[in-house]
């Protein structure tokens, strides 16, 4: 249920991961951000209200804790979603390149 509507907003922001703009896991902390600091309506958003605790600097680097074993659990697989997703991206980019297109011109040292 948590995982679904955390791929649906990942799959909304799918241009932003192949133009570079963001990794899937910054993608994460922005969803976890944006339902942690509205009111929960809905179970989704209790649930992440009560399991996750998120932490950020100024330099935008971020911490996302479980504040229970079901939130590690939680926040484990979120985590490794957002990673596996981020691959499938990766592997569906490589499909139709060739070893020579990664050539590069520097000399060999």
């Known amino acids: 249920m ?11 922001r799918n241009n932003d991961i192949l133009e570079n703009k963001a990794t899937a896991t910054k993608i994460l902390c922005e ?6 600091n509205k009111n929960p309506k809905n179970h989704i958003d209790k649930i992440v209200h ?19 074993e079901s939130g590690r659990v939680l926040v484990k697989a979120l985590y490794n979603y957002a990673l596996s997703y981020e ?3 990766m592997s569906k980019w490589l499909i139709d390149k ?6 590069n011109d520097y000399p060999d040292f």
């Open 2 to 12: 948590i995982l679904k509507e955390f791929s649906t907003y990942l799959q909304q």
């Open 31 to 36: 969803w976890i951000q944006y339902v942690i």
């Open 50 to 68: 009560k399991e996750i605790m998120l932490a950020a600097n100024k330099s935008g680097d971020f911490l996302i804790v479980g504040k229970s």
């Open 87 to 89: 691959h499938y991206i």
């Open 98 to 103: 060739n070893p020579d297109d990664f050539k």
